[in-house]
């Protein structure tokens, strides 16, 4: 994978930040051949979420990702952890999974219907169900191996 940091990220984090991406992206099953097609722009900075995982709209699976990580509190856990999360999304749109399109969104290819309140859109999809539910024991397995560099 090709990592380009878009704004001012000091080297240790940046250094931090790619091993978890690649570490996360082959626990994720993505293959080297794909890793090696991908693009990630990263951005590090303030944002009314977490973090997220865009593409363009309609996009069959893209190569190019844009992953914006908002730091808080904890620091470096906290965009470790948003990250893995992020990049449990990186996989679904690499490989098909889910597709975001101007009116509708695919989960496999079958049309995600909308409930009709926002919170339950969000937290019933099945996307952020399988994100929510990788995203601790990816990065828990990080931290082990990386345990010198990260403390949890």
């Not at 990630?40 to 979420?49: D, G, T």
């Not at 309609?58 to 914006?68: E, H, S």
């Not at 990788?134 to 560099?149: K, N, V």
Request: charged share 30%.
């Amino acid at each position: 994978m090709n990592i380009v940091f878009n704004n001012r990220v000091n080297l240790e984090l940046r250094d931090l930040l790619s091993r978890a991406a690649h570490f996360y992206a082959d626990k994720l099953g993505i293959d080297e051949k794909l890793q090696s097609r991908i693009t990630i722009n990263m951005f590090v900075r303030k944002s009314e979420s977490r973090g997220s995982c865009e593409v363009p709209l309609g996009a069959l699976n893209p190569r190019q990702f844009d992953i914006i990580l908002a730091p808080d509190e904890d620091g470096e856990v906290s965009i470790v952890q948003t990250l893995a999360h992020e990049m449990v999304h990186l996989k679904q749109f690499a490989l098909g999974e889910l597709r975001m399109m101007s009116r509708c969104c695919k989960w496999k290819g079958k049309k995600w219907v909308e409930k009709s309140n926002e919170l339950d859109d969000y937290y019933d999809s099945p996307w952020e169900i399988e994100a929510f539910g990788r995203e601790e024991g990816l990065f828990l397995r990080f931290a082990l191996e990386y345990e010198d560099e990260i403390t949890i």
